[in-house]
């Protein structure tokens, strides 16, 4: 816990951590429960849900003061970020988890004429969620509740970066589910290392590409299937005919919650020469009516969270001091204050392409511009890096759009919007490539949960494939042909 944060009326007392058993006496108990969680019914699964939708509607304060803790982030942003995406997952996965987990009956080619096929979904068993600091609650929980309504038991990690989160969240689970259904592990590094040894049937991660894939590799050793939230640089690409003060809120709301350590954040912006300056300008307007009404300045607000600890104040602060040597110029903010771990937001502008600013994920409130003649030259500039997690247009000519939207890959897009996308629970969301593999959210979630069970049924007797059983006679090569040609 910081000192400011430590010195706040919002700020809890922390309590010391309970005494856990060793992570594999965990994971073996979980193992010796998922059998029957396998065989519940639905709406036994629906009743957990319940009561964890039912648990942060009660706790609402207490998340608030454990965000506020960990990095003094505002209430309404937990409200919005936290709480309201989380209880959004959780109606909307009840709403629909009955007709999900129902067998999904699929139909039948001529050659198989006589048989039936389905699909029915069960649990894959015990399941890692390994979560990150920057939405410590929220991406605990995102993946629990399609993990729980698939039936399986679960470990969650939370980051040691956010302790007052762990420890709200460890005391969420011992008074809502038997350990050996879901229970909270505690810890660093070495904690994390010793659970990927274990053989989970399901590893659900978010965080960097770089511990992505020591995760990916962990995994590998026992086959098991996985979910990586990663990453990466997304882009905002704003052409000629987009309305500028419009992008300008949303770039600047989409940068600035969560003080910009938000995977989706735009963390570069690609616009047309012609509209820059007047674009910057709204940007500075918006800046100012967000988080400086007053003429306080940022820092006075109450509205804008702060860096999570010092070394990554200090990673974001380096890229932008390397910025400025290597030609970059500070269009906006550039305030920083190490003490409090703030970074005002900042717009910079002539960034050249080779700095680590237009290199690296930049996680804060630091937004490189750069300019384009043609859309061509913005995708080829977005292509030149790893596939983005979300890709950003602003654009109000239809044509652009289907050309950035077909031209540019990404795991996810918003069109005239930033991050919106990623609390649609009707949308898949992910990565691609670099930025993350596999889907969550809703259905999504669910099957990656799921083992998908195919299923045929065939009738008794001579039916079916009977007669071209060997042995391979003239009359059964004259079939075969007829069955090749035919059907």
């Known amino acids: 816990m910081t000192t400011l944060a430590a010195t706040d009326p919002l700020a809890p007392t922390p309590s010391p951590a309970p005494e856990r058993p060793p992570v594999a006496e965990l994971f073996r108990r979980q193992q010796a429960r998922a059998e029957a969680l396998r065989r519940e019914a639905v709406e036994t699964r629906a009743g957990r849900l319940r009561k964890l939708s039912a648990w942060i509607t009660e706790n609402r304060t207490a998340i608030q003061q454990a965000l506020y803790a960990d990095f003094r982030k505002p209430a309404a942003e937990t409200d919005v970020t936290e709480i309201w995406s989380t209880q959004t997952e959780l109606k909307h996965t009840l709403r629909h988890l009955r007709h999900w987990a129902q067998p999904r009956k699929v139909g039948t ?74 229970t ?41 299937s996985v979910t990586l939230e990663l990453g990466g640089k997304s882009p905002v690409v704003v ?20 003080a910009g350590q938000t995977c989706v954040a735009p963390d570069y912006l690609l616009v047309h020469e012609a509209v820059r300056d007047q674009l910057i300008e709204e940007i500075r307007g918006v800046v100012q009516r967000f988080y400086n009404p007053n003429g306080e300045g940022v820092a006075a607000s109450n509205s804008f969270a702060r860096i999570v600890n010092d070394h990554h104040f200090a990673r974001v602060a380096g890229l932008l001091a390397e910025a400025q040597e290597q030609g970059a110029t500070v269009a906006l903010g550039g305030q920083l204050d190490a003490a409090q771990r703030f970074l005002e937001p900042t717009v ?83 990565g691609l490539g670099n930025s993350g593999l596999g889907r969550a959210h809703g259905l999504a979630g669910f099957q990656a949960f ?36 035919w059907l």
């Open 109 to 182: 080619p001529l050659s198989l004429v006589g048989t039936r096929g389905w699909v029915q979904y069960e649990p894959k068993g015990v399941c890692l969620i390994i979560a990150p600091w920057n939405y410590p609650f929220y991406l605990a929980l995102d993946p629990l509740v399609s993990a729980l309504a698939a039936g399986n038991c679960c470990i969650i990690k939370p980051s040691e970066m956010t302790p007052t989160v762990a420890a709200l969240l460890a005391r969420m689970c011992q008074e809502l589910f038997d350990p050996a259904e879901v």
């Open 184 to 224: 909270v592990v505690e810890g660093d590094k070495q904690v994390a290392t010793e659970l990927l040894k274990l053989p989970f049937n399901h590893i659900f991660f978010t965080g960097s590409p770089q511990v992505g894939k020591v995760v990916m590799r962990a995994a590998a050793e026992h086959l098991t």
């Open 239 to 258: 052409d000629d005919t987009a309305d500028l003060r419009d992008a300008a809120e949303k770039i600047v709301w989409g940068k600035g919650i969560n």
């Open 348 to 430: 910079l502008v002539d960034v050249p392409t080779t700095s680590r600013a237009m290199q690296e994920e930049i996680f804060g409130p630091l937004l490189p511009v750069r300019t384009f003649r043609t859309l061509m030259e913005a995708v080829d500039e977005v292509n030149s890096r790893p596939h983005p997690l979300a890709l950003y247009v602003f654009t109000q000519n239809a044509e652009h759009q289907r050309y950035l939207l077909q031209n540019i890959p990404a795991g996810g897009a918003c069109v005239n919007e930033t991050i919106l996308h990623l609390g649609h629970p009707e949308l898949p969301f992910g």
């Open 450 to 485: 799921s083992n998908e069970k195919s299923v045929l049924k065939q009738r008794v007797g001579r039916t079916g494939l009977k007669p071209i059983y060997p042995p391979y006679t003239p009359q059964v090569k004259k079939l075969v042909n007829w069955l090749v040609k």
